[in-house]
T-cell receptor
Framework: GDSVTQMEGPVTLSEEAFLTINCTYT??????LFWYVQYPGEGLQLLLK?????DKGSNKGFEATYRKETTSFHLEKGSVQVSDSAVYFC?????????FGTGTRLKVLA | GAGVSQSPRYKVAKRGQDVALRCDPI?????LFWYQQALGQGPEFLTY????????KSGLPSDRFFAERPEGSVSTLKIQRTQQEDSAVYLC????????????FGPGTRLLVL
């Protein structure tokens, strides 16, 4: 069945450091790909998405490119802030339901 | 407009009790989803409604779990005879149209079964 593998956390970075969170998936067909973020005490929020190969999703300085050849959708940000501390979830969606990874906790230190 | 709302936000139940969790989707959203998120894990799909029709309930873990959306808007997830392994956060999400893949999540209901 469909599945997703995310980089294990927690990831601890200093403010202004470069961030990469790896995500690879297995799915039938060509799913849309999503990154969601969960801030402490809050619900899941859509961060960015890409719907076809080579698409780049971007939002709030975060970017991820849909790589069909490597079935990956790695999340990157050039300079993280303390306010980016949260749990990040990668999720392919083949039809209507998401397959979530286990999440990667990011902690950014001032 | 308002986002997805869920109630209660927290629920403590004794083992064996029945619980009912409510979800109010974004007004006009056709699709509604329930997910279960265990501690330290990603959400797992439970069930999907398109309007009042429950099109997929493959993720419901047992026949103690039951979901309904009788008028195509508000949905209720009911868990009968709760067990400790039911302790989790239950997330509701909605999307505008069936083919719309972006889901909007509520804050969740944290259920603790003692």
């Amino acid at each position: 069945g469909d599945s997703v593998t995310q980089m294990e956390g927690p990831v601890t970075l200093s403010e202004e450091a470069f961030l990469t969170i790896n995500c690879t998936y297995t799915a039938t067909g060509y799913p849309s790909l999503f990154w969601y973020v969960q801030y402490p005490g809050e619900g899941l929020q859509l961060l960015l998405k890409a719907t076809k190969a080579d698409d780049k999703g971007s939002n709030k300085g975060f970017e991820a490119t849909y790589r069909k050849e490597t079935t990956s959708f790695h999340l990157e940000k050039g300079s993280v802030q303390v306010s980016d501390s949260a749990v990040y979830f990668c999720a392919p969606s083949g039809t209507y339901k998401y397959i979530f990874g286990t999440g990667t906790r990011l902690k950014v230190l001032a | 407009g308002a986002g997805v709302s869920q109630s209660p936000r927290y629920k403590v139940a004794k083992r064996g009790q029945d619980v009912a969790l409510r979800c109010d989707p974004i007004s006009g959203h056709v699709s509604l989803f329930w997910y279960q998120q265990a501690l330290g894990q990603g959400p797992e799909f439970l069930t999907y409604f398109q309007n009042e029709a429950q099109l997929d309930k493959s993720g419901l873990p047992s026949d103690r779990f039951f979901a309904e959306r009788p008028e195509g808007s508000v949905s209720t997830l009911k868990i009968q005879r709760t067990q400790q392994e039911d302790s989790a956060v239950y997330l509701c999400a909605s999307s505008l149209v069936p083919a719309e893949e972006t889901q909007y999540f509520g804050p969740g209901t944290r259920l603790l079964v003692l």
